[in-house]
T-cell receptor, first 113, second 112 residues
């Protein structure tokens, strides 16, 4: 099946610092999605990307759909304690099996006040 | 709007027991999914459905069964529980094939 490599696995940062995480794929995707999961909850969508090269912001979050369609990154600026959680990337192809999303293993973010 | 509702939230099973995880959505979504989440492993797709009466296997279907008799409901059945099925299970739905996926709050299952 399709593989998504998400890095880093975990991050410890000081409040106020910027954060960057990324995902790379062995396959081309038509859609990239970024989710955040807090303890005891289901993942919640942060940003959706539908076009190669697209750069989209949601408050302090910015995500980009790579030109090659095999990667995406998420940046968080000026981190705050409530940014703590696990961030997942997810990709969807356009061919057979395109009903399915492939998820990365997640980046666990810890913010030190 | 309730969104995607899963029950139960927690369950402990003995090896060999059976149970059904319930999932219902009130958004009239055609597409529904079951994932399992193991620590550090992300989300793995178990089964999915593109509409009432249609289901298909995902990446890790062994040991599970599903049915989709209505648009709203997509139950996941474990027939003979095994310790390897200890996990957190998430149901999700979406309106469009490439649209936002809405998740339930999860069902934590422990098999002893």
């Amino acid at each position: 099946g399709q593989q998504l490599n998400q890095s880093p696995q975990s991050m410890f940062i000081q409040e106020g610092e910027d954060v960057s995480m990324n995902c790379t794929s062995s396959s081309i995707f038509n859609t990239w999605l970024w989710y955040k999961q807090e303890p005891g909850e289901g993942p919640v969508l942060l940003i959706a990307l539908y076009k190669a090269g697209e750069l989209t912001s949601n408050g302090r979050l910015t995500a980009q759909f790579g030109i090659t369609r095999k990667d995406s990154f998420l940046n968080i600026s000026a981190s705050i304690p409530s940014d703590v959680g696990i961030y997942f990337c997810a990709g969807q192809g356009g061919g057979a099996g395109s009903y399915q999303l492939t998820f990365g293993k997640g980046t666990k973010l810890s913010v030190i006040p | 709007n309730a969104g995607v509702t899963q029950t139960p939230k927690f369950r402990i099973l003995k090896i060999g027991q059976s149970m059904t995880l319930q999932c219902t959505q009130d958004m009239n979504h055609n597409y529904m999914y079951w994932y399992r989440q193991d620590p550090g492993m992300g989300l793995k797709l178990i089964y999915y459905s593109v509409g009432a009466g249609i289901t298909d296997k995902g990446e890790v279907p062994n040991g599970y069964n599903v049915s989709r008799s209505t648009t709203e409901d997509f139950p996941l059945r474990l027939e003979l529980a095994a310790p390897s099925q200890t996990s957190v299970y998430f149901c999700a739905s979406r309106e469009l094939r490439a649209g936002e996926l809405f998740f339930g709050e999860g069902s934590r299952l422990t098999v002893l």
